[in-house]
């Protein structure tokens, strides 16, 4: 199906800046949908609010744009009365990692079975570049006018030790294994974290002189590399992209009918 027609064409334009990495991850989002066949009453899609979770608003398919921070609870709720339906939830940095922090971390525990879409661009994008928990030691935000003093970390870490049983990572520059990524981390059963490095020029970028969104996006080619290739070796700096880890483990709605089994049979 051409990407168009799971697009609500009536919200565009879209909000985004020339050159913001999300549209691309909109792209091979719906490319990722499409290869699986899977039709748009299948999908329920929730969001909490900045310039990526506005990915919903653009989507023609069960769609709920709800609290920032909060899209990951809104989705346990839908995926608990229907878990027959594929949830994917798109985030910042900021939503997931800052005040969606610990719906984060209990979600990717229980293992339940929804894809967590993460757009790192290492910044608030929507309110105007305040520094992230993602932004990193010495880099420059509206709110850190002479370098960021606090520490980032790493969401493939947080997430692999919190009990994700998918957990990848990849750019706005590697297209090809975005959709691909995506299309293994939706058919996954669990709890699926994609972490996309996504460029904010407006923000992070012209801030950071990090130049234009193609510099930044060539940046994301020269630095990154697959896991555990020969490069990783010699340049311990390079960021790995990838599958890190693609585990079988207890799905959470899977327990919680057997649950409700067990406690009928006890009557
Ligand atoms: C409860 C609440 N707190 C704060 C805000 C303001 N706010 C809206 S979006 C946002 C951060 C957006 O950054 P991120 O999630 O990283 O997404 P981006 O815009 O960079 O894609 C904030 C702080 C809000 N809408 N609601
Ligand atoms: S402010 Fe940054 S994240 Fe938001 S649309 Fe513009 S480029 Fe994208």
Same mark, same amino acid.
């Given at each position: 199906?051409?990407?168009?027609?799971?697009?609500?064409?009536?919200?565009?334009?879209?909000?985004?800046? #020339?050159?913001?990495?999300?549209?691309?991850?909109?792209?091979? !989002?719906?490319?990722?949908?499409?290869?699986?066949?899977?039709?748009?009453?299948?999908?329920?899609?929730?969001?909490g609010i900045g310039c990526s979770s506005?990915?919903?608003?653009?989507?023609?398919?069960?769609?709920?744009?709800?609290?920032?921070?909060?899209?990951?609870?809104?989705?346990?709720?839908?995926?608990?009365?229907?878990?027959?339906?594929?949830?994917?939830?798109?985030?910042?940095?900021?939503?997931?990692?800052?005040?969606?922090?610990? *719906?984060?971390?209990?979600?990717?525990?229980?293992?339940?079975?929804?894809?967590?879409?993460?757009?790192?661009?290492?910044?608030?994008?929507?309110?105007?570049?305040?520094?992230?928990?993602?932004?990193?030691?010495?880099? !420059?935000?509206?709110?850190?006018?002479?370098?960021? +003093?606090?520490?980032?970390?790493?969401?493939?870490?947080?997430?692999?030790?919190?009990?994700?049983?998918?957990?990848?990572?990849?750019?706005?520059?590697?297209?090809? #294994?975005?959709?691909?990524?995506?299309?293994?981390? +939706?058919?996954?059963?669990?709890?699926?974290?994609?972490?996309?490095?996504?460029?904010?020029?407006?923000?992070?970028?012209?801030?950071?002189?990090?130049?234009?969104?193609?510099?930044?996006?060539?940046?994301?080619?020269?630095?990154?590399?697959?896991?555990?290739?020969?490069?990783?070796?010699?340049?311990?700096? !390079?960021?790995?992209?990838?599958?890190?880890?693609?585990?079988?483990?207890?799905?959470y709605c899977s327990e919680y009918d057997? !649950?409700?089994?067990?406690?009928?049979?006890? *009557?």
């Amino acid at each position: 199906m051409p990407v168009k027609d799971y697009i609500r064409e009536r919200f565009f334009p879209h909000i985004w800046c #020339q050159g913001c990495g999300h549209g691309i991850v909109l792209n091979s !989002l719906l490319r990722a949908i499409d290869a699986l066949g899977l039709s748009k009453n299948e999908i329920v899609m929730v969001s909490g609010i900045g310039c990526s979770s506005r990915i919903s608003g653009y989507v023609d398919f069960h769609t709920l744009h709800t609290i920032h921070g909060r899209a990951l609870a809104f989705a346990t709720g839908v995926k608990m009365s229907r878990p027959e339906l594929n949830l994917i939830v798109p985030m910042g940095d900021g939503d997931a990692l800052a005040i969606g922090g610990n *719906h984060f971390i209990h979600a990717a525990r229980r293992n339940i079975d929804m894809t967590a879409v993460i757009m790192n661009n290492r910044i608030y994008g929507m309110t105007g570049g305040q520094f992230s928990p993602l932004s990193g030691f010495g880099t !420059l935000a509206t709110t850190a006018p002479y370098g960021n +003093i606090d520490h980032d970390f790493d969401i493939v870490k947080l997430a692999t030790a919190a009990g994700a049983s998918f957990v990848a990572r990849t750019t706005t520059y590697h297209v090809k #294994q975005l959709t691909d990524i995506l299309r293994y981390a +939706i058919l996954h059963e669990g709890f699926s974290v994609v972490e996309i490095l996504s460029q904010c020029p407006t923000y992070f970028g012209r801030k950071n002189r990090l130049g234009n969104a193609v510099e930044m996006m060539e940046y994301y080619r020269n630095n990154t590399t697959p896991i555990g290739s020969k490069s990783k070796k010699e340049n311990p700096d !390079l960021i790995e992209r990838g599958i890190f880890v693609q585990d079988e483990r207890p799905e959470y709605c899977s327990e919680y009918d057997k !649950l409700i089994e067990k406690a009928m049979k006890g *009557h």
